[in-house]
Structures are given as structure tokens and as C-alpha cells.
């Protein structure tokens, strides 16, 4: 079975500043989707960025970044500029490759990160 | 277009009565997941929809966890004889495609907030 951990329960910066959450998984798969959700208070679950394994490129989605470090099984999100809106929930989660299995994503417990002004 | 929608947003019962929690998704998604969220907890899995076949009901905590989709498109989740352990929020998410080679993004409703008294 897969797991994901996010070893950071809270953070939180100043408005602005540059932010990385760290998030760890453990597979035995070869072929995988990595994903960052953010749930602001609402608890609307929105998509940040996603990466596929096989792509050695970083993802990058405007000011959201990641880090996917296959080896190492690590998947950092690097927020830059970060701004009020984006305090919230930040969830990382692992799907199997869809030949694989059914699509269902495996969560973190999350960190809540807050930006203060 | 409309989002997937879920009602209702908070439901309060008391322990030993059934509830059913309503999904719609997004028109025309093929794929239909129901996640269970725990106070401070990332959302687990618990059963997977393609249309309205049920691939996937291993992440049902028991027998009293039910899901139908008898129509491939509105889903309910229903609970019966509640116990306090089943308080949490249930998400529903849908998704376009389920199979090929392309992945598609799962869009999350708001979510029911479950409290069992």
C-alpha cells in the first residue's frame, strides 16, 4: 500500500516571502501521479500542481513549483511570493498509474500554512 | 459550468439514525469518488464509480457504508444506524476520463459535515 507523509503540521511566513512544504511517499510502483491540493477554510479542494513520475522536469505553475526528487521519494512544493490568499490546507497525494488500478488518490494529513500580512 | 455540488452541507444525527449524503458532478464526468475526511486529517478513499458501476468499495469502514450511482451521474452515499466514529466530512469528486492514457483532474465538491450526537 502507498503512503504519504507531510512531516509539517503547520507553517507559517510573511506575506511575500518564498515557502516549501515537504511531503514524502513510500511505493513500490514505478509508474505514479503526484499531486498538491489546496483546501482553503470553504473546503473546496482545488488542484495546486501535479506531476507525473516519469517526467524528470519539475512541474511549475505560475508562482507554485515543485521538486520531485524520484529516488529519494520526495515531492516539495515551493510557493514563491506567496500572497494572503494562499493561506490554507496544502494536501499532497499519490495516484497509481491509471493502468494500474482505479484512480484513487492517497492523501497526506496535510500542513496548514498561513501567510500573514 | 457548475461545479460538483453536494448536499446537504451539514447534516447533525443523532447515533442509530441513517443518513444519505447527496453528489452531483460535474455533467458529463464518468468517474465519481466519495472520500471521507476526518477532523484534521487528509481525506481517505472510500468507494470509486466509473458511470454507474462500483469499481472500487474497499475504503468502506463497514457494512452500514452504502453507494449507489444507479444512473451514472447523481451519487449517494448512504449511512445507516450512524455511530459517533462516523463524524467527519464526506467529499465527493468526479473526474472526465477513467482509462487510455490520459489523466484527468478530480474536481472536488465543498463537502457534508457529518455530526453524530
Known amino acids: 500500500a502507498q503512503t504519504v507523509t507531510q512531516s509539517q503540521p503547520e507553517m507559517s511566513v510573511q506575506e511575500a516571502e518564498t515557502v516549501t512544504l515537504s511531503c514524502t511517499y513510500d511505493?513500490?510502483?514505478?509508474?505514479?501521479?503526484l499531486f498538491w491540493y489546496k483546501q482553503p477554510p470553504s473546503r473546496q479542494m482545488i488542484l495546486v500542481i501535479r506531476?507525473?513520475?516519469?517526467?524528470?522536469q519539475n512541474a511549475t505553475e505560475n508562482r507554485f513549483s515543485v521538486n520531485f526528487q524520484k529516488a529519494a521519494k520526495s515531492f516539495s512544493l515551493k510557493i514563491s511570493d506567496s500572497q494572503l490568499g494562499d493561506t490554507a490546507m496544502y494536501f499532497c497525494?499519490?495516484?497509481?498509474?491509471?493502468?494500474?488500478?482505479?484512480?484513487?488518490?492517497?492523501f497526506g494529513q496535510g500542513t496548514r500554512l498561513t501567510i500573514n500580512p | 459550468g457548475a461545479g460538483v455540488s453536494q448536499s446537504p452541507r451539514y447534516k447533525v444525527a443523532k447515533r442509530g439514525q441513517d443518513v444519505a449524503l447527496r453528489c452531483d458532478p460535474i455533467?458529463?464526468?464518468?468517474?465519481l469518488f466519495w472520500y471521507q475526511q476526518a477532523l484534521g486529517q487528509g481525506p481517505e478513499f472510500l468507494t470509486y464509480?466509473?458511470?454507474?458501476?462500483?469499481?472500487?468499495k474497499s475504503g468502506l469502514p463497514s457494512d452500514r457504508f452504502f453507494a449507489e450511482r444507479p444512473e451514472g451521474s447523481v451519487s449517494t452515499l448512504k449511512i445507516q444506524r450512524t455511530q459517533q466514529e462516523d463524524s467527519a466530512v464526506y467529499l465527493c469528486?468526479?473526474?472526465?476520463?477513467?482509462?487510455?492514457?490520459?489523466?484527468?483532474?478530480?474536481?472536488f465538491g465543498p463537502g457534508t459535515r457529518l455530526t453524530v450526537l
Open positions: 469528486a468526479s473526474s472526465l476520463v477513467t482509462s487510455g492514457f490520459k489523466l484527468d483532474t478530480q474536481y
Open positions: 511505493t513500490s510502483e514505478n509508474n505514479y501521479y
Open positions: 506531476q507525473e513520475a516519469y517526467k524528470q
Open positions: 497525494a499519490f495516484m497509481k498509474h491509471l493502468l494500474q488500478g482505479a484512480q484513487k488518490l492517497v
Open positions: 455533467s458529463g464526468h464518468v468517474s
Open positions: 464509480f466509473q458511470n454507474e458501476a462500483q469499481l472500487d
